[in-house]
């Protein structure tokens, strides 16, 4: 069985499901989890009217964000009796697939458990899909689990 599961999570009830199988597969064999949470970096907009953002704001507010998102996730792991580590990550200027990918193998993962929406079409090619792009690039073994 797998000893190093890393689960990246967005806060979103997809990522939540994705979570939930990753703890199954942990305590059946006893192994580790790591949540992750990828920042990307919010890029301030040279446009007229965009420049009363505060755009040191806003990014604080992407951390303060991930986490959250890190901090409900490993109360769930805690609330099935078992422990997580958790990593926030900056994006910068890499894609988040690749984030992913690469803290896999840094962190010498067996497993990537991750949510996908399961979009196609339109909304595939205009939001892109970070699961895909883990899918297609990631050196260990990857489970996708679906939104409902």
Do not use: C
Request: net charge negative; no cysteine; proline share 2%.
């Amino acid at each position: 069985m797998y000893q190093r599961i890393l689960v990246p999570i967005d806060g979103s009830a997809t990522s939540e499901r994705a979570l939930q199988e990753a703890i199954k597969l942990a305590a059946a064999g006893k192994a580790q989890l790591r949540l992750l949470y990828v920042l990307e970096a919010v890029y301030p907009l040279d446009t007229e009217g965009y420049a009363f953002i505060d755009h040191a704001a806003l990014q604080d507010a992407v951390r303060k964000t991930g986490e959250r998102a890190l901090a409900q996730a490993a109360e769930t792991v805690r609330r099935s009796g078992m422990t997580a580590e958790t990593a926030l990550l900056d994006v910068t200027g890499e894609r988040v697939a690749n984030v992913i990918d690469d803290e896999a193998l840094t962190w010498k993962a067996d497993l990537i458990v991750i949510g996908t929406h399961g979009r196609s079409g339109l909304s595939r090619l205009l939001l892109g899909s970070v699961a895909e792009g883990v899918v297609r690039g990631a050196k260990v073994p990857v489970l996708l689990v679906r939104a409902e």
